[in-house]
């Protein structure tokens, strides 16, 4: 059984990543995040590093929850997670202090870091063990 804590972990990282794309690119809209890479994030180019974070989150969320390499897609959102950790998370604090108001407006996500922390061990956790049980690529 033990082979199946990777599957069960990596597919529920895997949603979650996949859903942060459908909110980006439905709820906030690709100009909305490049809106809050400019201003809250305060980071150069924030229509590239918008859609980048988007293509990471959302094809590595695929490729965690099919098992197609596990820990390349876990690897590339460890540095998604570094990154928003570093821009914009830290400075928060740990705990969740608000809710996702505009993020064009640059009012969103006024949350502490502990979600980004949980996601980043979850992938440090995923490259560690691989896919695990059910995985296209059983990269051991």
Do not use: S
Request: positive net charge; hydrophobic residues 60%.
């Amino acid at each position: 059984m033990k082979d199946y804590g990777p599957t069960v972990l990596r597919i529920f990282v895997g949603v979650i990543f996949v859903m942060h794309l459908y909110q980006q690119l439905f709820v906030f809209t690709p100009a909305g995040v490049a809106g809050y890479m400019e201003k809250v994030a305060k980071l150069p180019a924030p229509t590239v590093v918008a859609w980048v974070v988007m293509i990471i989150g959302g094809v590595g969320g695929i490729m965690l929850i099919v098992g197609l390499w596990t820990r390349v897609a876990a690897a590339a959102n460890v540095v998604h997670m570094v990154g928003a950790l570093v821009t914009v998370k830290l400075p928060q604090g740990f705990l969740l202090k608000g809710i996702i108001v505009d993020a064009a407006a640059g009012r969103a996500m006024h949350a502490g870091y502990e979600f980004e922390l949980l996601l980043l061990g979850a992938c440090v956790t995923l490259i560690l063990t691989g896919g695990g049980a059910l995985a296209i690529t059983r990269d051991q």
